[in-house]
């Protein structure tokens, strides 16, 4: 059996709060054995709330967030992001903690952070163990959207699926992974997690982010990009999509 969780559209601490809250009571479920992460049709999630960063942030926010991914990440039940809407910044972070990932052939993904001077370090170190180097500089450095069929290749998604097939593919892979000996899963996950050292790079981007949100500038730039940026039902909806 599998439970979903949902994924909220933007991050701020009452909706971090509620999610985590929400995904521990999936890892108490004894007859959940996978959790599914999802989102809306049209976005899995925006990440960071910048209403919340440009006006009322608090330090602590960067520590929450980074202990839900790490939350996510160290589950001791597989986890799976069913992604059928578009995913931007600190959204992308959430996904990719995730064991694997499904997505709709219509999605894109974007780190556009660069766009008002902020380093999207926390989705960088998330970003690191599923991207090569060079194909995360381009995310960063260009702020492009890239299709979900590049981020297959590029092994952001471990498979891509349709809107109509994409609630199959869940439950055949949830099946799967709900077959998984409890064992395999934590010492599978102990032994890559000593390889890649995720929670030091992880508190080095949650650092250098830390320093950048104490910019006065850069809440600035944040605010002059969301009165640059077009608003549709208060969602960012001004993307440039990049065609395979």
Request: include cysteine; glycine fraction near 4%.
């Amino acid at each position: 059996m599998h439970e979903y969780v949902m994924v909220p559209i933007k991050f701020n601490p009452d909706l971090l709060a509620d999610f985590e809250s929400r995904f521990t009571s999936a890892l108490n479920n004894e007859q959940c054995h996978v959790i599914v992460l999802t989102g809306d049709l049209n976005w899995f999630s925006m990440g960071m709330d910048l209403d919340y960063i440009s006006t009322d942030y608090e330090p602590l926010f960067i520590s929450q967030f980074c202990n839900i991914l790490k939350m996510v990440k160290n589950s001791p039940k597989p986890v799976l992001a069913r992604v059928e809407g578009d995913v931007i910044a600190g959204g992308i972070a959430l996904m990719c903690v995730a064991d694997y990932i499904i997505s709709c052939e219509t999605v894109s993904f974007s780190l556009p952070e660069s766009t008002f001077g902020i380093t999207p370090t926390i989705a960088m170190s998330c970003l690191l163990e599923r991207i090569t180097p060079h194909h995360l500089k381009f995310l960063v450095w260009s702020a492009t959207a890239i299709s979900a069929r590049k981020a297959l290749e590029w092994g952001i998604v471990d498979k891509i699926s349709t809107t109509e097939t994409i609630e199959q593919d869940v439950r055949a892979m949830s099946n799967k992974l709900s077959h998984i000996p409890a064992s395999i899963i934590r010492e599978s996950k102990l032994l890559l997690d000593w390889h890649s050292s995720f929670d030091k790079t992880l508190d080095l981007g949650s650092h250098l982010l830390g320093e950048k949100l104490s910019d006065p500038q850069i809440i600035e730039k944040t605010r002059h990009y969301l009165e640059c940026i077009s608003l549709f039902n208060d969602e960012y909806a001004d993307h440039q999509y990049e065609q395979n």
